[in-house]
């Protein structure tokens, strides 16, 4: 059902953001959903399902649907179903996903390395970063999750801000912000939940060892921007 396109008729506010509606398609009958948006909505439009959730006090799976074009990931998502009245939200699982972390590099009077990390389960080298929860801000995001995954303190720097962009599985749509970071130290402690393991390499092996695309263009931008630093 996710990331299915639908006819929305709305019957009912709950909040200013929250409305209750039925949906319909080739695939779906006038069935119960929530809709959500940040703006005035005419009582039929044409939305997207951008969440499938489970609540306690209601039977089966219901739908979040919204207008195309909006985007709510799922922190948003949660603060607005905490006003549902006699039901609880169990699970969700939604179309977009939001990330945020850091390409974290340390010097020493010989070289310039940077962190790469490997995801449990993961066969790929990437970098550090985690989902952002509800009342953070992108870059607050970077430094919680780089602590949690890596121990780490870091700096990050202004005017870095690259954005990977993918479908790892044909319909979620992820996007994960980095920033540029330096660490003063290469101790490393792993969050062993999260992290499979870890490597400092220089910029040359990182670029042999990042299998994507939009990693592969990140580092090359890190790589400017660290040159310009140091000199």
């Known amino acids: ?10 019957f009912g506010k709950i909040s200013s953001n929250l409305r209750s509606a039925y949906i ?50 799922e922190p948003e998502l949660r603060k607005l179903f905490k006003r549902l009245k006699n039901v609880t939200l169990k699970s969700i699982s939604c179309l977009y996903e939001k990330s945020c972390g850091a390409i974290i590099f340390y010097k020493t009077k010989q070289n310039t390395k940077i962190l790469l990390v490997k995801n449990n389960k993961g066969r790929y080298w990437s970098f550090p970063k985690g989902h952002v929860e ?37 319909k979620i749509r992820k996007r994960v912000v980095f920033f540029l970071a330096q660490a003063f130290t290469d101790n490393v402690k792993i969050q062993e939940e999260e992290i499979d393991s870890y490597i400092w390499v220089d910029l040359q092996q990182a670029r042999k060892l990042c299998s994507y695309e939009n990693d592969l263009r990140i580092v090359e931008k890190a790589e400017t921007a660290i040159h310009l630093m140091i000199n």
């Open 134 to 170: 509800y009342g953070e801000n992108e870059q607050q995001t970077a430094l919680r999750e780089i602590k949690e995954e890596t121990g780490l303190d870091v700096v990050i720097f202004d005017g870095f801000r690259e954005i990977s962009e993918y479908c790892p599985f044909g």
């Open 1 to 10: 059902m996710i990331a299915e396109k639908v006819k929305v008729s709305l």
């Open 24 to 73: 319909s398609s080739s695939n779906i009958q006038n069935k119960s959903a929530y809709v959500v948006s940040r703006r005035k909505l005419p009582e039929y439009f044409d939305g997207i399902v951008i969440a499938v959730a489970e609540f306690e006090g209601l039977d089966g799976e219901r739908a979040v649907v919204a207008p195309v074009g909006e985007i709510f990931y």
